[in-house]
Structure formats: C-alpha cells, structure tokens
C-alpha cells in the first residue's frame, strides 16, 4: 500500500562523511532503513526481547533480530501481526512527496535552465530554444515537481559529544550535521505550514496493523530528536492500462528509430531504476580493458534477463559500498562490498519480440540485483521525457 512518512523533526540518512565532522543527509530514505527503523520500534517494545540472545538465520548468527516468539504475552500485543510478517514485509524507496526522479538520459540547457529538458534517446543533444537554435546542453539528475526543478530543504545543526565522565563538551567532539527539514515550505515566515513529508509503499501487512506504530524514528541521531515521523496509509492508487503500456512503448520505439536514424526490425524499450540497485557485475580484473560488447555482457549478467533482451545502451552513474550490519555478531559489522548503480539510470533494449510480449514478461519482474524486499532494483519503464 502506498505510504506517507509525515515527520514532526528534521531526519538524517545515510550520505559520506566529507570530512570527520560533518554530514549531510541524502534526500531521499531507502527501503532498508525504513526496515531499520521498523524493526528499532519493535524491539524496543517487546516484553521479550534480548539484547544478547543468537539466533542462526540462513546458517548465520545474529542479534537483535525480530522474529516472533510466541510467548503468552505475545497475543496481546498491538504489535503482533507486524512481528509475525516482518521478515515478508517489503518496503520501497521514500522520496519527497509529489517529485519524480529524472532519467540520467535527460539533458538541460547550459545557458538557461528555463529552456526546458530534453532526451538524448530521442532529441538532438542540443537547445532548440537558445538564439541560432543549437544552444548547448548538459547531464542533469535530481528530481522535478510540477515541471519545475526541485530540491529538498535542509538544515545546519551543530552539535558537541558530551564526556561520560566529566558531563561536560569532549575536547575535540565539534559536529555538524545537514538534515532534511522540509519538502513544502511556506513562502509566510510566520506560518507553521512547512511539511516534510516523504512517500512510498509498504507491502505484505494490513493498513490497522501499521497505524499501531506510532512515533517511528528513521535514521541517525533518533536518540536526540531526529527523525520522527507518523505514518499515513494512502489510498490505493490505479494501476496504468496495460494497453496504454504498450502504446506507449510503440510510440517510444517509433520516436528512437527516427532520431536515430535505425531501419531494422527490432523493437527498442527503455527501462529506468527507481531506486538504487545493488548489482553483482563479478569483475575479476578491473586493471583489464574491458570492450564496449565485454561490457553489455556484464550488465547483462548482474541483470539477469532474458537472453531474447540485448542491452544496446546504458546510461547510469555507479559506485561501490560497504555499509555495516548492527544484526551481525562478532567485532566486524561490515558488508560485504557491492557495486551500487543510482536510482534515474537508463537502459536501453532491443529484442524481437513485439511489445505484447514485452509487456507481459516484464509484468512480473519487480526490479534487478540484490534486496528487492528493500526496495533496491526497484524498475519502471522510460518512455522518453519525463
């Protein structure tokens, strides 16, 4: 079901440290953490709950992992059904409520952003509106909001670490952290009427099991008031027509060949990530020059389509990271290193089958890579613009 996360306190994800004392938030909330931040509330209400019992799951021991007890307690419990589905709940990628990701083959123009965007797939990469017609133009990414080019709105906090000893500021301990504090604000300084407030989608549990979680944290720093948000159930919304589907992908295909000038009977389609991927691309030399067809193949196989789809172009941004899981036992809690690819890349296909076909093979394909349950790899098609 569709799912809005009203926050009442700025919030801070994920995002590199630039330097050792300072972090910006990203903007927009992965799927996983919003699991982290489920699975946070849970145990920190459950009667039962043990900081330091293992458990094995998948032949692995772990930690503070949610999984139901069932013990006399249990059935009494508000938060019963959550505990029993947690390990099939999905969650998507939460972005600002009312903006669409750009594809990575949209391009603006360099002298004035006011001109409008256009698609390499299937305009000249050039500004049409500029004076002589041929302005140039430049990759663009990030989101738009009613035609327009948004952003979220952040906030500068600075903070010091308190010494356990002395309860005073601990020498050296100076931070700054950059929060997502709004996604509407109000052009009226007086009023209260800025709103944060993020979308996505929730699956595999009931909308009254949900509105049993009150007061969820997301993210870093929960403990000193950031991240607090309610969550809102929305209405289902209706799903797109599949014949309009496959219209839509024959005019695309229409549009590609003539911009690019192609007489061959393939079908092209395009499809675009609406979330990070965590791809497995088994590189075994990257040193080794690797040819444009070495390539495809390898996208290709992370991707693990049918062999009747061949890649013909891609149009992606990538890059590798390890991130830590608390749940793992032992000293280390890192990951294991995964190539990530960024949510608005592009691919684009060609193949024989005709767009009937397409549409019902892709009709049961959630998305590419690793953790789809938590929203990675999450695709839609690209039918050219935005």
């Given at each position: 079901m569709k799912v809005k996360l009203a926050f009442t306190a700025p919030f801070i994800v994920g995002g590199i440290k630039q330097v050792s004392n300072y972090i910006e938030s990203i903007d927009y909330i992965p799927?996983?953490?919003?699991?982290?931040?489920?699975?946070?509330?849970?145990?920190?209400?459950?009667?039962?709950?043990?900081?330091?019992e293992i458990i094995e799951v998948d032949n692995l021991p772990r930690k503070n992992w949610v999984y139901f007890k069932d013990e006399p307690g249990c059935n009494e419990c508000r938060l019963k059904n959550i505990?029993?589905?947690?390990?099939?709940?999905?969650?998507?990628?939460?972005?600002?409520?009312?903006?669409?990701?750009?594809?990575?083959?949209?391009?603006?123009?360099?002298?004035?952003?006011?001109?409008?965007?256009?698609?390499?797939?299937?305009?000249?990469?050039?500004?049409?509106?500029?004076?002589?017609?041929?302005?140039?133009?430049?990759?663009?990414?990030?989101?738009?909001?009613?035609?327009?080019?948004?952003?979220?709105?952040?906030?500068?906090?600075?903070?010091?670490?308190?010494?356990?000893?002395?309860?005073?500021?601990?020498?050296?301990?100076?931070?700054?952290?950059?929060?997502?504090?709004?996604?509407?604000?109000?052009?009226?300084?007086?009023?209260?009427?800025?709103?944060?407030?993020?979308?996505?989608?929730?699956?595999?549990?009931?909308?009254?099991?949900?509105?049993?979680?009150?007061?969820?944290?997301?993210?870093?720093?929960?403990?000193?008031?950031?991240?607090?948000?309610?969550?809102?159930?929305?209405?289902?919304?209706?799903?797109?027509?599949?014949?309009?589907?496959?219209?839509?992908?024959?005019?695309?295909?229409?549009?590609?060949?003539?911009?690019?000038?192609?007489?061959?009977?393939?079908?092209?389609?395009?499809?675009?990530?609406?979330?990070?991927?965590?791809?497995?691309?088994?590189?075994?030399?990257?040193?080794?020059?690797?040819?444009?067809?070495?390539?495809?193949?390898?996208?290709?196989?992370?991707?693990?389509?049918?062999?009747?789809?061949?890649?013909?172009?891609?149009?992606?941004?990538?890059?590798?990271?390890?991130?830590?899981?608390?749940?793992?036992?032992?000293?280390?809690?890192?990951?294991?290193?995964?190539?990530?690819?960024?949510?608005?890349?592009?691919?684009?296909?060609?193949?024989?089958?005709?767009?009937?076909?397409?549409?019902?093979?892709?009709?049961?394909?959630?998305?590419?890579?690793?953790?789809?349950?938590?929203?990675?790899?999450?695709?839609?098609?690209?039918?050219?613009?935005?």
């Open positions: 799927g996983n953490v919003v699991r982290a931040a489920f699975a946070r509330y849970i145990l920190s209400r459950c009667a039962y709950h043990d900081p330091d505990c029993q589905k947690f390990s099939d709940m999905e969650f998507s990628f939460f972005y600002p409520e009312g903006a669409e990701i750009i594809p990575m083959t949209m391009m603006i123009c360099k002298m004035n952003p006011q001109h409008g965007l256009i698609d390499r797939l299937i305009e000249k990469p050039e500004c049409t509106k500029c004076e002589g017609g041929k302005g140039r133009v430049e990759s663009v990414s990030g989101y738009l909001k009613e035609g327009e080019r948004y952003s979220v709105v952040k906030s500068f906090v600075t903070k010091t670490a308190i010494d356990s000893y002395t309860g005073t500021a601990k020498d050296g301990s100076l931070y700054s952290l950059v929060a997502v504090s709004a996604t509407v604000t109000s052009e009226d300084s007086n009023s209260d009427s800025d709103k944060n407030v993020f979308i996505g989608e929730i699956k595999g549990v009931q909308e009254q099991d949900l509105l049993s979680v009150d007061d969820l944290r997301i993210g870093k720093y929960t403990s000193v008031g950031f991240g607090r948000c309610n969550i809102l159930p929305q209405p289902e919304e209706e799903t797109t027509d599949r014949k309009q589907i496959v219209e839509r992908l024959q005019h695309f295909n229409r549009l590609y060949k003539e911009h690019n000038e192609i007489d061959d009977d393939n079908n092209y389609f395009a499809i675009k990530f609406v979330s990070d991927a965590r791809l497995d691309f088994e590189m075994s030399d990257v040193n080794e020059y690797v040819t444009t067809e070495e390539y495809k193949k390898m996208w290709s196989k992370a991707l693990g389509l049918s062999s009747e789809f061949e890649i013909e172009r891609v149009y992606a941004e990538s890059f590798n990271f390890r991130g830590y899981d608390t749940s793992k036992v032992g000293e280390d809690k890192r990951e294991e290193p995964i190539h990530i690819v960024e949510k608005g890349s592009v691919i684009l296909y060609k193949t024989q089958l005709d767009f009937e076909r397409i549409a019902d093979y892709f009709s049961s394909v959630k998305g590419f890579g690793l953790d789809l349950k938590d929203g990675f790899g999450h695709i839609d098609y690209h039918f050219g613009g935005v």
